[in-house]
């Protein structure tokens, strides 16, 4: 099993180095892209919900979770995202289906486990257009690509009650971004097309609590900190003279590399605090607080007079309900039924308007086969942006599935 789980990840690889088109936002436009990655899909149906661990899921944003693994465990999921953009020139509809990420979860003993995978962290889709109706200018601005990751993580159990979990992430990725200008009675424009392949690492430290405070009653917390740090972006520049086309297009002379020099983007630094309190195998509800410094973002390409930047802030609150897990007469008696809500600022300030988000979803642990393995079902509504100043609002649905399998590695023989 263990060989076809390389084959897939070596499959992935080249799929995620190519860079999935998993957004179309054009908020996708600041930055690195928008962050597509807001943990499993069990994670996103409570809202995004990162703190709660158990002993069959994997868990991709608290490394700490890991020495709570029994079982090895592998998961793959997929979404696919409806969204309807308004403003006040109209309203449009666009659409993308993502592979999520794959990972694998290991136990190692009693008290510690390690796990590793893939899954693409941002994504840039966007597709703008600019007129000066006073000058006879107009601008066509178009982006693509985004960031992956690699990660490598580990998780011990200190004691009956304290674990601790750190992550090792390999950044990797292409942004391309092209501008187009063109001049009214002019016959030829210009454009400028900007690449950047950017490379690095960046690291997250988590520790949870928990502790029962009554004979059933269970209290859970989690701290997680994510230290600035900065990865390599190897910078493209070319230049050509355009003759733009009836269809939209534009047709290329006297094209010309310009040379640019490598520079440097800093990723900031972010932690997460969560508490929650539950019964064990039967509910759970819980809340988090995520503060990021987002005003190190920039677009190296294309600068925004209108655009500033602060500090980025989330609330995330859910839960999970099981009617029995022990159930054998009542199949949707031990399906994991989860809720959740999620408000954001995401740090970016356009025409003065900050630009939030924020998301209601529900979700569906469904078991399946044998050792525990079981089918994840996430949905999610909510809305980006604003339609004040000018601009974007965006109103969007996402469907998402994940498989968790789980497998017993590691058998000691009882016969040779």
């Known amino acids: 099993m263990i060989k076809r789980f390389l084959l897939i990840v070596s499959i992935l690889f080249s799929v995620f180095a190519n860079a999935q088109e998993g957004t179309s936002s054009p908020y996708s436009f600041y930055g690195v892209g928008l962050t597509t990655f807001k943990g499993t899909v069990e994670n996103q149906s409570m809202g995004g919900l990162s703190m709660y661990a158990d002993s069959i899921h994997v868990n991709l944003t608290n490394p700490a979770a890991y020495g709570k693994l029994a079982l090895t465990t592998y998961t793959l999921a997929g979404s696919h995202l409806s969204a309807t953009p308004k403003s006040d020139a109209g309203s449009g509809r666009n659409r993308a289906t993502t592979i ?95 690449k950047s392949t950017l490379s690095g690492f960046a690291y997250n430290f988590s520790l949870n609590y928990e502790g029962m405070i009554s004979e059933k009653l269970q209290l859970r917390a989690m701290a997680k900190y994510t230290p600035e740090t900065d990865i390599s972006s190897a910078n493209e520049r070319e230049l050509a003279t355009v003759l733009a086309t009836t269809t939209g297009g534009e047709v290329a002379f006297d094209v010309r590399d310009y040379p640019v020099g490598d520079s440097d983007l800093t990723l900031p630094s972010e932690y997460t605090f969560g508490l929650g309190l539950g019964q064990e195998r039967k509910w759970f509800v819980g809340a988090e607080y995520t503060s990021a410094e987002a005003a190190v973002f920039n677009n190296r390409s294309f600068l925004s007079d209108n655009a500033s930047y602060g500090e980025a802030t989330s609330y995330r609150i859910g839960g999970f309900f099981v009617p029995d897990y022990s159930s054998f007469t009542s199949y949707f008696s031990r399906v994991t039924y989860r809720a959740g809500l999620r408000m954001e600022d995401t740090g970016l300030r356009l025409n003065g308007e900050d630009i939030q988000e924020f998301g209601i979803t529900f979700g569906m642990g469904l078991p399946a086969g044998r050792m525990l393995s079981n089918v994840n079902l996430g949905f999610e509504y909510g809305q980006r942006g604003t339609m004040n100043a000018g601009l974007v609002r965006e109103d969007f649905f996402k469907l998402s599935i994940s498989l968790s399998l789980s497998d017993r590695w590691f058998i000691k023989r009882r016969y040779d």
């Open 100 to 194: 999520d990420y794959l990972a694998i979860g290991v136990p190692v003993g009693p008290k510690m486990g390690f796990g590793f995978g893939l899954l693409p962290y941002t994504s840039i889709g966007y597709n703008l257009f600019s007129e000066n109706q006073d000058e006879g200018r107009f601008g066509r601005y178009e982006g693509s690509g985004g960031l992956n990751r690699a990660f490598l993580a580990a998780g011990y159990q200190l004691t009956k009650n304290f674990s601790v979990g750190a992550e090792a992430n390999y950044n990797f990725g292409t942004i391309e971004n092209k501008n187009v200008m063109l001049q009214q009675d002019i016959q030829y424009g210009s454009r400028e097309v900007n």
